[in-house]
């Protein structure tokens, strides 16, 4: 029999030669697994090796799976208590993923390796997550607790097509360096608005991007996947090869595959012009009236993108208007409105995306207890004045929360965002340009302490209750939830109604019908359920 050290050899050297060769095929149980290597000439008896005497235990189980890829990669593999595995869980966005210890972080550098890892995982029974940015907001999201972490970094490449048509990226990258990989060919690509995001969450969610309003939002702009599967292999998902797939990996989140490299299509990108305008609250009538009207000029003008904040600041409240323009114009019509409300400062200026992307940034701050928690509701004017009223009515509620930030964030999913989601066969979201623009509102949150995780978490979850409860009185209520900007306590693919929900669980069905997904990599938001099931 073959040693561990071996088999995984030959499993690695299979998972290169055989896997990234693929048919549709699936391995559905540990019987098929084994079929399936023996195919590649490994002896599959020395699977009973990886069981340790019998003993399934999880710790045992990831114990295994760390050695035996410490073994295989070296460097590549970051265990507790050394400097680089200290660097790497200090520096997520927030702290609660920052606690997460994993047993061991692996950081593969190609496809294979990815393939292997996953094939590893399902050997072991050790569970995993995956980290392209690391900027979810609360704790397993993309770091596993006592699992494998899988740490996308050195796949950070950013190529071109011949005709500069398509950017293939790499999971690895944020999005500051991808559009520093372009910005010398003037393109970009539709990407995130704050630089250190990661590219992998955001596209598989959604993606809104300074230019949604001309083309959509990321996940409407992706040529192809190139995905690991739950077996292991590597294919490639377009509109017309593995169109199911690449359907469901458009705001499937993580619930169908680990995608090694999104092949996005390229938008040109000139100098920008961005306003930042802070109002009193003598002024937020007509600035959220300026902001329905904006919305609904959309059609007009693609060329805006726009989102206001809610928030207290020295005792007193403000709304700080974020107007960006995707070309070099200081004044456009579409802002007019907006732009002759008196504000307290104006922060206009033109610049890079680079450059944009960074200043936003600079709004969303490391090391600080955060939580991101929306809800979505048809636009209606009097509706977003009343909840801007509940809203700062409620704020004292909090006061004592030391280093407490409450932010109401208001955005839309404007007409012109909803007729780009029918392209290319669709997009997983469920939503519809007939019934007209969605106001997404969510809450921001950051604070210093773990003894006011509870104080905060009922906080905002008794604030939606009511706003929603105002919304389902009004007729305007939506269940779509926002996957990139959800809390735990949100089940997200529910959100998409009850047709798409079915359509992705036969999906996963076809290409991962042992749950390797569901149940191996259980963070983030899966097909049935939120990734805390208790409510607040």
């Given amino acids: 029999m073959r040693s561990m050290w071996q088999f995984l050899g030959a499993l690695i050297a299979a998972s290169s030669l055989g896997l990234a060769q693929a048919s549709s095929s699936t391995l559905e149980t540990e019987e098929d697994v084994a079929t399936a290597l023996k195919s590649y000439g490994v002896n599959t008896a020395a699977i009973n090796t990886l069981r340790s ?3 399934k235990s999880t710790e045992v189980a990831c114990q295994t799976a760390c050695s035996s890829l410490s073994h295989l990669y070296g460097s590549q593999v970051l265990s507790p208590d050394t400097t680089a ?8 966005w927030s702290v609660q993923q920052e606690e997460v210890q994993p047993r061991c972080i692996f950081k593969p550098s190609k496809n294979t390796e990815v393939s292997a890892v996953v094939l590893v995982s399902r050997l072991t029974q050790c569970p995993f997550a995956a980290k392209s ?12 607790p006592g699992g494998i972490t899988i740490w996308f970094t050195d796949m950070n490449e950013v190529t071109l097509n011949a005709d500069k048509s398509v950017a293939s990226i790499g999971p690895g990258n944020v999005w500051g360096m991808v559009y520093e990989a372009l910005a010398p060919y003037g393109l970009a690509v539709i990407g995130g608005r704050a630089s250190s995001i990661g590219v992998g969450g955001f596209t598989t ?18 040529e192809s996947y190139e995905v690991v599967t739950a077996s292991g292999h590597i294919v490639t998902a377009t509109e017309n090869k593995y169109s199911d797939l690449y359907w469901g990996l458009r705001g499937g989140g993580n619930n169908l595959g680990l995608v090694t490299k999104f092949n996005l299509y390229t938008v040109p990108s000139p100098l920008m012009y961005g306003d930042t305008r802070v109002f009193l609250e003598t002024e937020f009538d007509p600035v959220i009236n300026a902001f329905v009207n904006i919305v609904h000029d959309a059609p007009n003008d693609g060329n805006a993108q726009y989102y206001i904040a809610f928030l207290s600041t020295g005792g007193v409240n403000i709304a700080s208007a974020e107007l960006t323009y995707v070309k070099n114009v200081s004044n456009p019509p579409i802002y007019q409105q907006i732009k002759s409300i008196p504000a307290v400062s104006d922060n206009s200026t033109a610049r890079t995306l680079v450059q944009y992307a960074e200043y936003i940034d600079s709004d969303n701050p490391y090391g600080l207890r955060e939580v991101y928690w929306p809800i979505s509701a048809y636009l209606n004017e009097e509706f ?3 909840t801007v009223d509940y809203f700062f009515s409620v704020l ?4 004592n929360v030391t280093g407490a930030q409450p932010v109401l964030v208001y955005q839309a999913v404007s007409e012109p965002m909803l007729k780009n989601m029918t392209k290319y066969g669709g997009n997983a979201l469920g939503l519809e340009a007939s019934k007209g ?11 210093d302490n773990a003894s006011d995780d509870d104080t905060v978490y009922n906080w905002v979850g008794s604030f939606w209750d009511t706003v929603l409860a105002k919304a389902k009185d009004m007729g305007i209520y939506n269940e779509w939830i926002y996957m990139n900007y959800a809390s735990q306590f949100q089940n997200v693919i529910a959100g998409y109604g009850a047709e798409n929900k079915a359509r992705l669980q ?8 042992q749950g390797v997904w569901q149940t191996l990599q259980p963070g983030y938001f899966k097909l049935t359920h939120a990734p805390v099931v208790t409510s607040p």
Wanted: proline share 4%; glycine share 14%.
């Fill in 53 to 55: 005497a019998g003993n």
């Fill in 85 to 92: 595995y200290n660097n790497f869980t200090g520096a997520f």
């Fill in 133 to 144: 940015g690391g900027h979810a907001a609360f704790a397993g999201a993309s770091s596993s």
């Fill in 205 to 222: 969610g959604g993606g809104i991007s300074f230019y949604s309003n001309l083309y959509g939002w990321a996940i409407d702009n992706v």
């Fill in 384 to 386: 977003a004045k009343w």
């Fill in 396 to 399: 004292p509620q909090v006061a």
């Fill in 437 to 447: 623009p969605v106001h997404l509102m969510h809450i921001s949150f950051w604070w």
């Fill in 506 to 513: 036969k999906i996963a069905a076809k290409y991962d019908p």
